[in-house]
């Protein structure tokens, strides 16, 4: 049931923190992984680990930018010669610009709608286009990552005293992006293709201690501790097999409780 051997899985950002550990996490359960990046040196140094690591000889890197249609169409034709078909979509990269991570009052009008074009248009754009090729396959699962930005509204408290903070652009892009998989589920539901998201908490990465140890007060669950990759590559894997196969249209929640 859970079984994701020799299926096609084609991963955007698969480079990045989260999708390096699904392409990980896709190549040791036997799939035939495509990492879609634009960032070529970091794609093929992972797909050399992957086969390396996993003794998956099935990987393939893919440059490729999600915002520009015929990059994306150049994608999918290399991906269906080497391979034939594709099972599964992952939508995991994250597009940003140069000004993007900035508080609302210094966020431009060009920003905002820079940042949201790129991300949840990029994520809109890879969708179109892969789903052709599962509607004549007649299946496929598709996954866009949201956040639990997408459903709940940021605790700016946590941020105080750093450098971060939580864009406005990602409240609307997440919250989008969660909508989009109810829609884009019922509309390609027919042709037996599932769309879900995943919305994970914050992934531990180096950030300052003072956020982390607000961010972990409000995780529920025991050990609290911000999300490692690992965490949301178990609900990924649950989506991408047949034990899912009767779900679609659903966002599924990897934050420890921190929403709850
Ligand atoms: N890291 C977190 O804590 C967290 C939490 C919740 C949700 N998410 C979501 O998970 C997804 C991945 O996040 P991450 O932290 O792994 O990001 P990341 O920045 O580590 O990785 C993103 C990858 O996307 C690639 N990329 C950027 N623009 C691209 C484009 N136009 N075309 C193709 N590839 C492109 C980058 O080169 C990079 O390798 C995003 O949707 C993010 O919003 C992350």
Redesign the pocket.
Known sequence: MFNIARKVCVI?????????AFCRACAENGAKVVI????PK??KNLAGRLVRDTKNKNILFQQ?????PA?VKRAIKNILKKFRRIDALV??????NKNYGRKFEDVTYEDFCDNLS??LG?YFLMTKEVSRTMKEQKGGSIVL?????GIAAPKFEIYEGTHMTMPVE?AA??GG?VNLARYLASYLGPHGIRVNAI?????F?NQPESFVKRYVGKVKLAPRR??K?ED?AGALLFLLSDASAYITGQNIVVDGGWTI
Request: with cysteine; hydrophobic share 30%.
């Open positions: 955007t950002g698969g480079a990045g923190l989260i999708g390096s879609i990046d634009t960032n970091t794609g490729c930018d999600i915002t520009k990059s939508n995991c990269a994250y597009p940003r790129t991300h990029g990552m949201g956040s639990i930005y990602y892009i997440k992006i919305s994970p908490g914050g992934v990465d911000m999300a990759q949301v």
